[in-house]
């Protein structure tokens, strides 16, 4: 069973960054493709971003703001979001091998002034 786990999380200002981490049980290698996804209230859950073999997708409303990275050593996933806006606010979740394999917990990102 894969583990998922994101961190980094939380309260920012409109215009602000965080960055999301997601830590995985196993390697990556195996657990490609790598994602961010995220529901916000009332709304269906959406690709935010995916990441394999170094490849990058984006959702169109982050592109140029956000921006997923992966380091293989680590079994880790990263997430930065720049230039945060209120629309953003939303449970995000890791993801492992596309919708139909592993999710992590979830961490609430809350863009607000």
């Known amino acids: 069973q894969v583990q998922l786990v994101e961190s980094g999380g939380g309260l920012v200002q409109p215009g602000g960054s965080l960055r999301l981490t997601c830590a995985a049980s196993?390697?990556?290698?195996?657990?490609?493709?790598m994602g961010w996804y995220r529901q916000a209230p009332g709304k269906q859950r959406e690709m935010v971003a995916t990441?394999?073999?170094?490849?990058?997708n984006y959702e169109d409303s982050v592109k140029g703001r956000f921006t997923i990275s992966s380091d293989n050593a680590k079994n880790t996933v990263y997430l930065q979001m720049n230039s945060l806006k209120p629309e953003d606010t939303a449970v995000y979740y890791c993801n492992a091998k596309g919708t139909y394999g592993y999710w992590g917990q979830g961490t609430q990102v809350t863009v607000s002034s």
């Open positions: 196993t390697s990556l290698f195996s657990i490609f493709p």
């Open positions: 990441i394999r073999s170094g490849l990058t």
